[in-house]
């Protein structure tokens, strides 16, 4: 079955830039969606078709796959960025979920 | 407003059935492809099922092959998880989700209910 690989954390200066992997095989040829979850709260999806963003989500948030790898940048990390991340493809009829990332702001 | 609103969570002893409601509002429920996707304590996102708008057109994670059966009631705007013979290690907060443009699971699920929890315990 197909995998998703995610580093457990990531940590950012308040300000800066965070960048999040998704890793898996041949990724960049699949189409990768990503979703922020808060504590306590349902996920928001915040990426789709690689680079796209939902309406009412901050151009703040930016996404790229290439590869093997496909990222999620977030600009000018704020507070309330704070959350776990998902990444998320659709691969032969079923969907795959990344193990998910905790983002910091320091 | 766009809402998904899940029920029918409980503790069931292992083996045990139950089923899942999810009540659409806001939307032409219809139109929209809808998943399952489950959250176990202090762990990531799994997803479980998914269903086409028509119904027609059903997907399973192979953990829950053979054991849930997803379905829908468009007249009642209503998605459904039936779950049978069920397990500790679905033990898990299940949500409701659209998909963002109708039928293409490439767009990823905009709208998200708030979850039903699943206890599955003796």
């Known amino acids: 079955s197909y995998e998703l690989t995610q580093p457990l954390s990531v940590s950012v200066a308040l300000g800066q830039t965070a960048r999040i992997t998704c890793g898996g095989n041949?990724?960049?040829?699949?189409?990768v969606r990503w979703y922020q979850q808060r504590p306590g709260q349902a996920p928001v999806l915040v990426i789709f078709?690689?680079?796209n963003r939902p309406s009412g989500i901050p151009e703040r948030f930016s996404g790229s796959n290439s590869g093997n790898t496909a990222t999620l940048t977030i600009s000018r990390a704020q507070a309330g960025d704070e959350a776990d991340y998902f990444c998320?493809?659709?691969?032969?009829?079923?969907?795959?979920f990344g193990g998910g990332t905790k983002l910091t702001v320091l | 407003e766009v809402q998904l609103l899940e029920s029918g969570g409980g503790l069931v002893q292992p083996g045990g059935s139950l089923r899942l409601s999810c009540a659409a509002s806001g939307f032409t429920f219809s139109n929209y492809a809808m998943s399952w996707v489950r959250q176990a304590p202090g762990k990531g996102l799994e997803w479980v099922s998914a269903i086409s708008g028509s119904g027609g057109s059903t997907y399973y994670a192979d953990s829950v092959t053979g054991r849930f059966t997803i379905s829908r009631d468009n007249s009642k705007n209503t998605l459904y998880l039936h779950m049978n013979s069920l397990r500790a290690e679905d033990t898990a907060l299940y949500y409701c989700?659209?998909?963002?443009?109708?039928?293409?699971?490439?767009?990823?699920?905009?709208?998200w209910g708030q979850g039903t929890m699943v206890t599955v315990s003796s």
């Open positions: 989700a659209k998909y963002l443009h109708g039928g293409n699971p490439d767009d990823g699920l905009d709208i």
């Open positions: 998320q493809v659709w691969v032969s009829s079923t969907e795959v």
């Open positions: 078709r690689d680079i």
């Open positions: 041949n990724i960049g040829s699949k189409t």
